[in-house]
Nanobody, 127 residues
């Protein structure tokens, strides 16, 4: 059974930083790309960042480029999202997800390409 558990969310002020973690189990973590998505109140879930299975390539939504960094530690079966210079518009529930295709170098922004999801962690940024 594949499980993803996010942690690290919280209430912070604008300009602060947070690091989200997503611990996975039940699948060979190092074989799959990973993604972070978020859903703000009243909005649809959107793509935030993705990383290949090897960690050599990443992509980001334009609104977080230069502020957020996705990384992974394959020895710890964990993917991270370092979030700096947080803004009120970053307030959302953040979800990690695992890509459905092993050993794929394609960085997907589509939720349809991800088959397992965590339960989410709340990030609230006060202005």
């Amino acid at each position: 059974q594949v499980q993803l558990v996010e942690s690290g969310g919280g209430l912070v002020q604008a300009g602060d930083s947070l690091r989200l973690s997503c611990a996975t189990s039940g699948r060979t973590f190092s074989s799959y790309g990973m993604g972070w998505f978020r859903q703000a109140p009243g909005k649809e879930r959107e793509f935030v960042a993705s990383i290949t299975f090897s960690g050599d390539r990443t992509i980001y939504v334009d609104s977080v480029k230069g502020r957020f960094t996705i990384s992974r530690d394959n020895a710890k079966n964990t993917v991270y999202l370092q979030m700096n210079a947080l803004k009120s518009e970053d307030t959302a529930v953040y979800y990690c997800a695992t890509n459905s295709k092993p050993f794929s170098n394609f960085l997907s922004r589509s939720q349809l390409e991800y088959d397992y999801w965590g339960q989410g962690t709340q990030v609230t940024v006060s202005s």
